[in-house]
Antibody, heavy 122, light 108 residues
Framework: QVQLVESGGGVVQPGRSLRLSCAASGFTFSSYGMHWVRQAPGKGLEWMAVISNDGGDKYSADSVKGRFTISRDNSKNTLYLQMNSLRAEDTAVYYC???????????????WGQGTLVTVSS | EIVLTQSPATLSLSPGERATLSCRASQSVSRYLAWYQQKPGQAPRLLIF???NRATGIPARFSGSGSGTDFTLTISNLEPEDFAVYYCQQRGNWPQITFGPGTKVDIK
């Protein structure tokens, strides 16, 4: 069965960096686009970034462009989110999510990890 | 950015009743809209994509309709496990993906 397991969250000071990981199993990782979606405490969902199945195409939300970078290692079935210059408003649970269809991303998310909490605070 | 508005914010119903949730987009997204269910402490679950297609394993009591700017999620016969928050999401303006603020369906 499909499993997505995020790690790397924690408490970090404003302005510092953090790298999240998402270990995937149960499907052919290299065939699917992957996404990061976050949810601030008690708030709604916010899409962060997408990476194509081969890593060649990446897009991110305007709110994090230039600060957050999505990447993947298909040999390790792992997705990453490098977060730099963190701000208090980046505090959220970060989910990795699998795209619905193989090949070109459809931007629908059919499997999600359990999430990892990032708290930005001094 | 396409803004999604969901109404009502909260819907109080009893098991067995019909739930009708609305999602309105600030500009046309064609039929590129999805619905998700989220329960407390859990990740969201994809229910509907492309406005009316049920995702794998989703019961038939969940149905979606609409196109352009107005969309509806209907839960025909509420089961106890359906009380949750529901989000709509558009991909009509990819890669700028947006979600609605959510509708909470709670027990009356």
């Amino acid at each position: 069965q499909v499993q997505l397991v995020e790690s790397g969250g924690g408490v970090v000071q404003p302005g510092r960096s953090l790298r999240l990981s998402c270990a995937a199993s149960g499907f052919t990782f290299s065939s699917y686009g992957m996404h990061w979606v976050r949810q601030a405490p008690g708030k709604g969902l916010e899409w962060m970034a997408v990476i194509s199945n081969d890593g060649g195409d990446k897009y991110s939300a305007d709110s994090v462009k230039g600060r957050f970078t999505i990447s993947r290692d298909n040999s390790k079935n792992t997705l990453y989110l490098q977060m730099n210059s963190l701000r208090a408003e980046d505090t959220a649970v970060y989910y990795c999510a699998k795209d619905l269809t193989a090949g070109a991303a459809r931007y629908y998310f059919d499997y999600w990890g359990q999430g990892t909490l990032v708290t930005v605070s001094s | 950015e396409i803004v999604l508005t969901q109404s009502p914010a909260t819907l109080s119903l009893s098991p067995g009743e019909r739930a009708t949730l609305s999602c309105r987009a600030s500009q046309s997204v064609s039929r590129y809209l999805a619905w998700y269910q989220q329960k407390p402490g859990q990740a969201p679950r994809l229910l509907i994509f492309d406005a009316s297609n049920r995702a794998t394993g989703i019961p038939a009591r969940f149905s979606g309709s609409g196109s352009g700017t107005d969309f509806t999620l209907t839960i025909s016969n509420l089961e106890p496990e359906d009380f949750a928050v529901y989000y709509c999401q558009q991909r009509g303006n990819w890669p700028q993906i947006t979600f609605g603020p959510g509708t909470k369906v709670d027990i009356k």
